[in-house]
C-alpha cells in the first residue's frame, strides 16, 4: 500500500484500515519469513530433483518433510505449483 502512495503514512493509514503500527510491521515481518520459507523448501525440492529426475510426488513429499522437520522443527504444508 505504501509503495503505491508514498505520501501515506502509516499513522495514517491505522486509523482507515484499523490497524496498529505494530500490526503493519509484524504482518510485514510475516510475509518476509514465509518467503524465506518458501525459498528453503523451493531449494530442497530442486536439489532432490537433481538427484532423483524421476522420483514420485509422494516420495519427494515424505523425503523433504523429514528433511525439513530436521533443519526446521515445525512442519509444512507442500503446495504443488
Do not use: C
Amino acid at each position: 500500500m505504501l509503495t503505491n502512495h508514498p505520501n501515506i503514512s502509516i499513522r495514517q493509514l491505522e486509523g482507515v484500515l484499523g490497524f496498529s503500527r505494530q500490526g503493519y510491521y509484524q504482518y510485514w515481518q510475516r510475509q518476509a519469513d514465509q518467503v524465506n520459507h518458501d525459498d528453503d523448501i523451493l531449494k530442497l525440492v530442486k536439489k532432490v530433483r537433481q538427484d532423483h529426475p524421476r522420483i514420485g510426488g509422494r516420495k519427494l513429499y515424505w523425503l523433504l518433510q523429514n528433511a525439513f522437520l530436521e533443519r526446521a522443527g515445525p512442519p509444512f504444508r507442500f503446495v504443488a505449483w
